[in-house]
């Protein structure tokens, strides 16, 4: 059992500290925002995750988790320390490292003797080195600065976590190498024992690599719209290939969004920049995705006539992906703002994350039932693959709708059928 502090408790900070006191740990999660402390304090979890409640609620109740906003009192109890606050964009696409400055100043000024500081946040390579320099500035004893790179997916974090296809360990220190290993003893996958460097790099270059996989099978889907090829099936020809896979992440839609992909694209755009290297590839994921986003609007003229003044479309999902209620950067406020632009009056469902978008777009209307939303509507256009929207009844769809016309950015239904039951059905490179 180690004892242990995670500075951050949002998506990754609050997962990683309950999975950690699930295992055994004794776990502190520390937040500068109070009120989601108190929430927490109350069992409240301010976010939606499946399965997050009943570990926190376990672990609260037991002991093993506990949240405070006294950083000091946290790392002074604790052996190893997590940072996994946030590090947004900043408007030139370089990473606001700010968050995890504050936060390391935070625990140097806490040091109270030998401890791990574990960097989980995503940070540029050369990270490691700002996180020791700064607690080196406050604390003259010895320490160790680790890199440990999350891969969790919002929607599915909790099963990840415990799950882990590997866990990256990134240190230039045996004893840290260690304690990390016995922090993780409980949990499968494999095990990458690397340097601090590797492990930054190889978080950004996996995030990089999965969004080109999919601005890649997005182009693929674009030419496949024009020559009366199926992308879906294109793909399943493709994952065949050993050397592709069979999860190869081939999913075509109306692109990417979330905290991560854009972020960590424009992150590793950056770090190649001020090394004097080009990657130029990148620069196409980016303009091919923000394409992408856009590119549901031609369909709903396609459908329903190039001026859309006073049409009511539907929009169904508003979460950057199903299982979440994250919105950041989510292909549904492109399009949401593509159709305010055009006069077009727009009512949106969504299973958890409306409330979200409303602190995006205040004067959105959105509606508790997802049929309730596509009443008397012109066209539906579906942004998220929730499950719920899957098995959607299509007759019930169909009745409610004032004509039959579905815009449908996740590829959600079988064309055949679609086409059986008279919709007006446009999908994604198909
Ligand atoms: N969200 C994901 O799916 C995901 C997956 C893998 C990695 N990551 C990375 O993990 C990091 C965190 O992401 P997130 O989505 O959990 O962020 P988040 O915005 O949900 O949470 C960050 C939290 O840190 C808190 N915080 C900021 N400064 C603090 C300080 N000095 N002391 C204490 N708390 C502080 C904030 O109040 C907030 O609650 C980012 O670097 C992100 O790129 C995220």
Redesign the pocket.
């Known amino acids: 059992m180690k004892k242990i502090t995670v500075?951050?408790?949002?998506?990754?900070?609050?997962v990683t500290g309950a999975c950690l006191a699930d295992i055994g740990h004794q776990v502190i999660c520390?937040?500068?925002?109070k009120k989601?402390i108190e929430k927490l304090k109350k069992g409240i979890i301010p976010?939606y995750e499946p399965g997050l409640e009943e570990i926190v609620d376990k672990n609260f109740k037991s002991g093993n988790l506990q949240f405070t906003t006294d950083?000091k009192s946290a790392v002074e109890a604790s052996e190893v320390i997590f940072i996994?606050?946030?590090?947004p964009s900043l408007p030139d696409g370089t990473v606001n490292l700010d968050?995890v400055k504050?936060?390391a100043e935070?625990i140097a000024k806490a040091m109270n003797g030998y401890k791990v500081i574990v960097d989980?946040?995503?940070?540029p390579v050369g990270t490691g080195d700002v996180v020791g320099r700064t607690i080196s500035q406050y604390y003259s004893g010895d320490f160790d600065v680790v890199s440990n790179?999350?891969?969790?997916?919002?929607g599915d974090?909790v099963k990840d976590f415990v799950n882990p296809d590997r866990i990256v360990i990134g240190s230039d220190s045996k004893k840290a190498e260690e304690i990390m290993l016995s922090v993780y003893e409980k949990l499968g996958g494999e095990r990458v024992l690397t340097s601090v460097k590797n492990a930054e790099m190889i978080?950004y270059a996996s995030n990089a690599y999965l969004a080109t996989s999919i601005s890649f099978i997005n182009s693929v889907a674009n030419i496949c719209e024009k020559v009366g090829a199926n992308v879906d099936e294109v793909a399943r020809g493709m994952r065949m290939d050993k050397r592709i896979g069979p999860y190869a992440f081939l999913a075509a839609g109306v692109g990417y969004g979330?905290?991560?992909f854009p972020?960590?694209v424009k992150g590793m755009i950056q770090t190649a920049n001020e090394n004097g290297v080009s990657f130029e590839i990148l620069d196409a994921v980016e303009s091919v995705n923000e394409a992408q986003k856009k590119s549901l609007l031609p369909k709903i003229q396609k459908l329903l006539g190039e001026g859309l003044y006073n049409k009511k479309i539907a929009i169904w999902g508003l979460a950057f992906k199903p299982e979440t209620d994250?919105v950041r950067e989510s292909p549904a406020l492109a399009i949401i703002k593509q159709l305010y632009d055009r006069d077009v009056k727009v009512t949106a469902f969504d299973p958890i994350a409306a409330e979200n978008m409303k602190k995006e777009v205040s004067n959105l209307e959105t509606t508790n039932d997802m049929y309730e939303a596509i009443k008397d509507a012109d066209c539906l256009v579906i942004t998220t693959a929730w499950k719920m929207f899957k098995e959607a009844d299509l007759d019930k769809v169909k009745s409610l709708l004032k004509s039959p016309n579905i815009v449908d950015g996740r590829n959600l239904f079988d064309l055949k059928k679609m086409k059986e039951m008279g919709f007006n059905y446009l999908s994604v490179g198909r």
């Open positions: 500075i951050g408790t949002g998506y990754v900070g609050l520390v937040d500068i925002d989601k976010i950083t996994a606050v946030g590090t968050y504050s936060a935070d989980k946040s995503t940070v790179p999350e891969f969790l997916k919002e974090a978080k979330g905290s991560c972020k960590d994250d």
